[in-house]
């Protein structure tokens, strides 16, 4: 009987450890999955105690992120405009809790100080997502304009508008035809659209980001359109009110950016395009209404492709340029200001300048050949001179002493012939 009691004892001590264990186990994934911060948080009390409380919260909430992200994490801040739209923008998603430890004033300041838990395993699994982000590289590119659509949202703009777009279809993909091609990518138009791709278009635009990708999907278009990247662009009718009392008229357009990108599967909603114009010019006022619209359209679509596909798998090159014949300062300064205006170009200095004769030195995320080619194609458009670069073999820089020679900063240079030939207009 004894016996039998203590086996009963020895039963129920191994039942409570494995229980206890159990509670330390459970609570050690838990805890894995979160990390804890205490941060502070500062406003301006300008209007009232209430609101300048609730955004010293929101700036302490904000900094928390921001202090695991790039301190804890040591994320590399290149990444920074993705982990804002991705992360920072949605940071209720990624705080599990907060608490006040302290509060108060500070002359016009209100500071607060917050005991801030974050859900440490869902950051670090979406920051992978996002350094990653080596996206399969796209080259054939395919244009597609969808017919206007009528309607502002919430403009309260009067029903006044015109049967007609802002944007100008063959002009738009001339321009950014040649603006593109400099980048490695290669544009087309698509031709007429059948009905049901039609329609399936209106729906993707009339869609969210985040419902297409629950919802809809690139694998849809597959076999109806041919392209790596297939960008959709469709402008609002030409809205018009008069102002009466100014004697003008104000005029108003939009344009939506779509891409379906086939070799990554996935949808994207640039932010939506806005021109305003006011004049009392009708034709005037169309034709800046139309400029604008145009040149937002093509910044909005270069920029997002070079940032999603260009910059991110980018490796810096340095190269030089070797101008011969410009006549006039005027004319050096225009050309060295349009190869600052290309986006991948970080960086352009003048090196030597010698009667006749300069070199830049310029760093780039373009190569080389494209470059050239950009150079010899598109850089002095709508100037009185023209280029022919030839690209020179690379010369490799010798290092000072011996030790230099295993140093990874000593890299070899691209070096371009860039002769300028001037010439009356209509001989160019």
């Known amino acids: 009987m004894k016996i039998c009691r203590q086996s009963k004892v020895k039963l129920c001590f191994l039942i409570v450890m494995i229980f206890l264990f159990t509670i330390v186990v459970v609570n050690s994934n838990v805890y894995a999955n979160t990390v804890t911060k205490t941060i502070s948080g500062q406003a301006v009390l300008t209007d009232g105690v209430e609101k300048a409380r609730k955004e010293s919260i929101n700036d302490a909430l904000g900094e928390a992120l921001n202090n695991y992200i790039y301190g804890d994490m040591a994320v590399n801040h290149k990444f920074e405009q993705q982990i804002d739209e991705i992360i920072l923008k949605n940071r209720n998603r990624y705080i599990k809790k907060f608490a006040i430890q302290n509060e108060h004033t500070l002359g016009e300041l209100y500071q607060i100080e917050l005991r801030v838990e974050l859900?440490?395993?869902?950051?670090?699994?979406?920051?992978?997502?996002?350094?990653?982000?080596?996206?399969l590289k796209v080259e054939n590119l395919l244009l597609v304009f969808m017919p206007s659509k009528t309607g502002f949202p919430g403009s309260g703009l009067e029903s006044n508008s015109h049967e007609t777009s802002a944007l100008n279809p063959p002009a738009l993909e001339r321009e950014l035809q040649q603006e593109l091609a400099v980048y490695g990518f290669t544009l087309s138009g698509a031709d007429a659209l059948t009905p049901e791709l039609k329609s399936m278009m209106s729906e993707l635009l009339a869609s969210d980001e985040s419902s297409a990708r629950q919802e809809l999907s690139s694998a849809w278009f597959k076999g109806m359109l041919v392209g790596d990247l297939i960008i959709v662009v469709r402008a609002s009718e030409i809205r018009e009110e008069r102002i009466v009392s100014l004697r003008k008229s104000f005029w108003q357009s939009q344009a939506e950016i779509i891409f379906i990108d086939m070799k990554n599967s996935a949808i994207t909603h640039l932010p939506v395009v806005e021109t305003k114009i006011v004049g009392d010019d009708y034709v005037v006022g169309m034709q800046r209404l139309t400029r604008e619209l145009s040149d937002k359209v093509c910044s909005y679509t270069i920029d997002?492709?070079?940032?999603?596909?260009?910059?991110?798998?980018?490796?810096?090159?340095?190269?030089?340029?070797?101008?011969?014949?410009?006549?006039?300062?005027?004319?050096?300064?225009?050309?060295?200001?349009?190869?600052k205006s290309l986006r991948t170009v970080k960086e352009v200095n003048l090196q030597e300048f010698a009667a006749g004769s300069l070199t830049l030195e310029m760093t780039t995320l373009t190569p080389a050949e494209l470059l050239g080619e950009w150079l010899n194609s598109a850089a002095a458009k709508d100037l009185n001179f023209r280029l022919h670069a030839t690209l020179l073999p690379a010369l490799a820089t010798i290092p000072a002493d011996q030790s230099a020679i295993n140093n990874p900063a000593v890299v070899s240079s691209r070096r371009y012939l860039v002769q300028v030939v001037y010439g009356a207009p209509d001989s160019l």
Request: one cysteine or more; charged letters at 45%.
């Open 304 to 339: 997002r492709l070079l940032r999603d596909y260009v910059v991110p798998g980018g490796s810096e090159e340095r190269i030089e340029l070797e101008c011969l014949g410009f006549r006039q300062p005027a004319d050096f300064i225009i050309f060295k200001e349009r190869l």
């Open 119 to 135: 859900k440490s395993q869902l950051i670090e699994r979406d920051l992978k997502k996002i350094e990653k982000s080596e996206k």
